[in-house]
C-alpha cells in the first residue's frame, strides 16, 4: 500500500525558513516523479513543484521559483521542500504525491507575524 506522510509544517514568520519532509513507503520511491501541490483556504489545488526520478530535474511554479526548493533523498525514501523567504500568500496545505496517482494527508504551513 502506498503512503505518503507529510511533516514539517507549522507557523513561520515571513522571510524566515521551513523545510516540508514526505516520508514515502509502499513502493519504489527511486523511480517514480514526485511532486509538492498547496491548496489555500477557499482556494482549488496549486502546483508547487516536481522533481523527476531518473535526472533529478526539478520544476517550479513562477509564484515559489528562487525561493522554494525541492529535493529527494532515495536512500531515505524521503521527498522534501525546503521554504525561505516565504511570503502570507504561501499559507496553504501542502501534499506530497505522485503525479496522476497517491497524494499524502497534507501538513499545514502558516505564514504570518
Known amino acids: 500500500e502506498v503512503q505518503l506522510v507529510e511533516s514539517g509544517g507549522g507557523l513561520v514568520q515571513p522571510g524566515g525558513s521551513l523545510r516540508l519532509s514526505c516520508a514515502a513507503s509502499?513502493?519504489?520511491?527511486?523511480?517514480?516523479?514526485m511532486s509538492w501541490v498547496r491548496q489555500a483556504p477557499g482556494k482549488g489545488p496549486e502546483w508547487v513543484s516536481r522533481i523527476n526520478s531518473g535526472s533529478g530535474s526539478t520544476y517550479y511554479a513562477d509564484s515559489v521559483k528562487g525561493r522554494f526548493t525541492i529535493s529527494r533523498d532515495n536512500a531515505k525514501n524521503t521527498l522534501y521542500l525546503q521554504m525561505n523567504n516565504p511570503r502570507p500568500e504561501d499559507t496553504a496545505v501542502y501534499y506530497c504525491g505522485i503525479p496522476g496517482g497517491s497524494w499524502g494527508q497534507g501538513t499545514q504551513v502558516t505564514v504570518s507575524s
Open positions: 509502499g513502493f519504489t520511491f527511486g523511480s517514480y516523479d
